[in-house]
């Protein structure tokens, strides 16, 4: 399985940028994907999750109302929309896929190569 996330940039502050994560193989259905975040200096962090049908997602509090997780199983795609862009967003951000809908680095297997997001003020 290979993830290949693209879409990252440099925004304003309250601008939207939508990430893209195309994954390989035949396994992307039947598999949760995730999005993580570092920033420099700090520890990698979940921001959205979405089950194998995006039937259900969950959010960080710190993303809650501004991004949106979804997925297109046609397209071995999973998406994140990013609205009012914060300065504190800024980080290279990991798409990722696991067996478990979970907020833990743990629960997922493999794990794109990240794309940079920065937002200024």
């Known amino acids: 399985v290979q993830l290949q996330a693209s879409g990252g940039g440099l925004v304003q502050a309250g601008g939207s940028l939508r990430l893209s994560c195309a994954a390989s193989g035949r396994t992307f259905s039947r598999s949760s994907m995730g999005w993580f975040r570092q920033a420099p200096g700090k520890e990698r962090e979940f921001v959205a999750a979405i089950t194998p049908s995006g039937g259900s997602t969950i959010y960080a509090d710190s993303v809650k109302g501004r991004f949106t997780i979804s997925r297109d199983n046609a397209k071995n795609t999973v998406y994140l929309q990013m609205d009012s862009l914060k300065p504190e967003d800024t980080a290279v951000y990991y798409c990722?896929?696991?067996?478990?809908?979970?907020?833990?680095?743990?629960?997922?297997?493999?794990w794109g190569q990240g794309t940079q997001v920065t937002v200024s003020s």
């Open positions: 990722a896929m696991g067996g478990t809908y979970s907020r833990f680095t743990s629960a997922y297997h493999y």
